[in-house]
């Protein structure tokens, strides 16, 4: 397995290809919760420039309602790949869910049951602030207003979960726990074919994937063209593919660097093309 390259290493012909960007939010968009004014920027001026951009997070359906409506980006795919939103013409919520928020919601029941056991198991953890504003799936803090748990504790929450027969993956500060055999990659793919129209073979050039955790590795996996900020450095171990390409910065930092070489690939592009038809 090959260690991912400096950002500043990839070619500039393969990053004018990109049209679509599929990021991560927490601690890839923003650090310790909080969004700069420079990594908002960098999103209008993706925006602006007709890359669409597509957050992709484990972050809660209330969380998601607020992004879709609120940033300059095309969809939000939430809680782990079990919905995507997306704004209507009309200003309304268009919602695509795996299966039936009803059927969601009463599976939701059952993880909520065995997170109780698991957090007495684990001392320090204790369900996600947001989870009330959960549509499917269970969301056990372990590092944003709890201090830290170590690996070894997380991976006991996960344990618990796949004991149960549920899915489960560690976020940089969640563990998300869900029923089915989505994840974020499938909704993406979904996302990618019937939202925008965009057929597997054309997917490899032209979708770049930016994360931060393990829980992104299905993500990862899926896309060739894919990039870490730098914060990931210490859970590359973790990831069965690690990204193609690595920031110098981390967090939104990193999406900043990101954002930059993807517009400065295509102004290339556009000068080289000018100058050839003039």
């Given at each position: 397995?090959?260690?991912?390259q400096?950002?500043?290493?990839?070619?500039?012909?393969t990053?004018?290809?990109v049209?679509?960007?599929?990021?991560?939010?927490?601690?890839t968009?923003?650090?310790?919760?909080?969004?700069?004014?420079?990594?908002?920027?960098?999103?209008?001026?993706?925006?602006?420039?007709?890359?669409?951009?597509?957050?992709?997070?484990?972050?809660?359906?209330?969380?998601?309602?607020?992004?879709?409506?609120?940033?300059?980006?095309?969809?939000?795919?939430?809680e782990s790949?079990?919905?995507?939103?997306?704004?209507?013409?009309?200003?309304?919520?268009?919602?695509?869910?795996?299966?039936?928020?009803?059927?969601?919601?009463?599976?939701?029941?059952?993880?909520?049951?065995?997170?109780?056991?698991?957090?007495?198991?684990?001392?320090?953890?204790?369900?996600?602030?947001?989870?009330r504003y959960?549509?499917?799936?269970?969301?056990?803090?372990?590092?944003?207003?709890?201090?830290?748990?170590?690996?070894?504790?997380?991976?006991?929450?996960i344990?618990?979960?796949?004991?149960?027969?549920?899915s489960?993956?560690?976020s940089?500060?969640?563990?998300?726990?869900?029923?089915?055999?989505?994840?974020?990659?499938?909704?993406?793919?979904?996302?990618l074919?019937?939202?925008?129209?965009?057929?597997?073979e054309?997917?490899?050039?032209?979708?770049?994937?930016?994360?931060?955790?393990?829980?992104?590795?299905?993500?990862?996996?899926?896309?060739?063209?894919?990039?870490?900020?730098?914060?990931?450095?210490?859970?590359?171990?973790?990831?069965?593919?690690?990204?193609?390409w690595?920031?110098?910065?981390s967090?939104?930092?990193?999406?900043v660097?990101?954002?930059?070489?993807?517009?400065?690939a295509?102004?290339?592009?556009?000068?080289?093309?000018?100058?050839?038809?003039?």
């Amino acid at each position: 397995m090959s260690a991912p390259q400096p950002l500043q290493c990839a070619p500039r012909e393969t990053l004018a290809g990109v049209s679509v960007v599929l990021t991560d939010v927490d601690d890839t968009l923003t650090r310790h919760g909080r969004l700069a004014s420079t990594t908002l920027a960098a999103l209008e001026r993706l925006d602006a420039a007709g890359i669409t951009v597509i957050p992709v997070t484990g972050g809660c359906a209330g969380w998601c309602d607020h992004l879709v409506r609120a940033w300059p980006v095309a969809a939000v795919i939430g809680e782990s790949g079990a919905f995507r939103f997306r704004r209507t013409l009309s200003g309304g919520l268009d919602i695509h869910s795996v299966r039936p928020l009803t059927a969601l919601h009463e599976e939701q029941h059952q993880l909520l049951a065995i997170a109780e056991q698991a957090m007495r198991a684990v001392p320090g953890s204790r369900l996600a602030a947001d989870q009330r504003y959960r549509l499917a799936d269970v969301a056990v803090d372990h590092g944003q207003d709890v201090a830290p748990l170590d690996d070894d504790a997380i991976a006991r929450l996960i344990a618990a979960f796949h004991d149960a027969g549920a899915s489960a993956r560690a976020s940089s500060i969640h563990v998300n726990a869900w029923f089915g055999d989505h994840d974020k990659a499938t909704m993406a793919d979904w996302v990618l074919e019937h939202d925008l129209g965009l057929r597997p073979e054309e997917r490899r050039d032209r979708v770049l994937f930016i994360g931060d955790a393990p829980n992104d590795a299905s993500l990862f996996q899926r896309h060739p063209l894919s990039v870490g900020v730098a914060n990931l450095v210490t859970r590359l171990d973790q990831l069965p593919r690690p990204p193609r390409w690595l920031c110098n910065a981390s967090h939104g930092d990193g999406f900043v660097e990101m954002a930059e070489a993807l517009l400065a690939a295509k102004a290339w592009t556009s000068a080289n093309t000018r100058e050839r038809d003039g």
